[in-house]
């Protein structure tokens, strides 16, 4: 199968993409196949938080070039691109609004569309291994997949524009330094970190983990818009279970067990 999962733990997902997948993602099947697995995950209420990873010299090498090749000479290249843009780009508004914590490990090169999937990830974690590409400009194409609105939240806009236009590839390092990842790990341990990260962040109540989304939300919200949506979301926050077990344990001096 090109997605295998396999459960760290009852509310732990590991999301491998195995090595044909990785290299060459983004066909029909494949997407298909991610789309319905990765649904399947954000909508288990027992499931807190997954990792995506790769194989070996590829988290994610993004569509197969022959395919572009196939479909242009068969005339239906913009029915392919469509047919799937229409999985990829609905999938990454789904991790991005979900309460379910996404960890990339960063295995290989990210590139095209596989360089978006790493992005909409809540954290980004490499090996030395692991590169982000560019990809589009000397296919002639432009990006797609979210890079061009998530690239700049992390890295700011002209470093953003660098990449696209310098068409450059930037090395686990480079991530790093540019804020596009935000840890580095040799990759003996890269799934073990990995799961920390969804063990720890996983960890907080459904509202907590809800809340990523105002990240996303207060770059186009105005702050009197944002205050609006902060409250009402604080207000639902309030009547919940797991806000009473978080003033308990406040009151009573240990960790909250927000189950």
Sequence with gaps: MPVELKPVSDEIMLVTLTDESATNAFDPEFMSELDVKIRQIIEDEKIRAFILTGTEKFFCAGANINEFRKHYDKGTIGKWIKQMTDILHPLILKIRHSDTIMIAAVNGAAAGAGLGLALS?????????????????????????????????????????????????????????????????????????????????????????SSKDLLDFQENNDLETHLKLEQRRIIDAGFTSDFSEGVDAFLEKRKANFN
């Design 121 to 209: 990830a809540d954290y980004r974690i490499a090996s030395s291994g692991g590169k982000f590409a560019a990809s589009y400009f000397s296919l002639g194409l432009s990006p797609d997949g979210g890079t061009s609105w998530l690239l700049p939240r992390l890295v700011g806009s002209q470093k953003t524009r660098i990449f696209f236009f310098e068409n450059q590839v930037w090395s686990a390092e480079e991530c790093l330094e540019y804020g596009a990842i935000d840890e580095l790990v040799d990759e003996t341990i890269l799934i073990q970190k990995s799961i920390e990260i969804a063990n720890k962040w996983g960890s907080w109540s459904k509202a907590s983990r």
